[in-house]
T-cell receptor, first 112, second 116 residues
């Protein structure tokens, strides 16, 4: 089955800096890659996603890149703000099976 | 947007009792619902996939007789933790999707279960 690895497990940055979180997946049949932000005790919130026919997608300060050949994808957050502090999860989906396989999570701390 | 609710938001129960958690899609008909479990400081682990009107598909290692899932309608799925034990204490989150959403899953707010 699919296995998703995520790095780093924790990331501390200063406000205004950029943050990059990287994930690798094992199943070449996976074709949908969402990113979720989860605040303590709350539900995961979809912040951006990318499909396998696209190499890059951007939404304001957030961007995601996908390298299908290498089977890795990354989340980029620019101009970080304290409210970006949360745990971020990547995930991979083989749309034929619908199942979301989550990465291990990255705890992002943005210091003022 | 698509809204998913869960009830209760938290529950404390004694060891050996059963607990039922409800997951509802409020503004759409969910063809598929998913149940996840999340232990503190860990990732979400899929427990089972539930399609309306059919039996749930459980992930490897998840006891189907312990975690009973019922998806009786297009807007409601329930997870019953039977004979709960302290090791079942966790954050249980459901998600729902529909064909129109393609792969996007919408998550409920979660239910925190504490078994004493």
């Amino acid at each position: 089955g699919e296995n998703v690895e995520q790095h780093p497990s924790t990331l501390s940055v200063q406000e205004g800096d950029s943050a990059v979180i990287k994930c690798t997946y094992s199943d070449s049949a996976s074709n949908y890659f969402p990113w979720y932000k989860q605040e303590l005790g709350k539900r995961p919130q979809l912040i951006i996603d990318i499909r396998s026919n696209v190499g890059e997608k951007k939404d304001q300060r957030i961007a995601v890149t996908l390298n299908k050949t290498a089977k890795h994808f990354s989340l980029h957050i620019t101009e970080t703000q304290p409210e970006d502090s949360a745990v971020y999860f990547c995930a991979a989906v083989n749309t034929g099976f619908q199942k979301l396989v989550f990465g291990t999570g990255t705890r992002l701390l943005v210091s003022p | 947007g698509a809204v998913v609710s869960q009830h209760p938001s938290w529950v404390i129960c004694k060891s050996g009792t059963s607990v039922k958690i409800e997951c509802r899609s409020l503004d759409f008909q969910a063809t598929t619902m998913f149940w996840y479990r999340q232990f503190p400081k860990q990732s979400l682990m899929l427990m089972a996939t539930s399609n309306e009107g059919s039996k749930a598909t459980y992930e490897q290692g998840v006891e189907k007789d312990k975690f009973l899932i019922n998806h009786a309608s297009l807007t409601l799925s329930t997870l019953t933790v039977t004979s709960a034990h302290p090791e079942d204490s966790s954050f249980y989150i459901c998600s729902a999707t529909a064909l129109a959403f393609q792969e996007t899953q919408y998550f409920g707010p979660g239910t925190r279960l504490l078994v004493l």
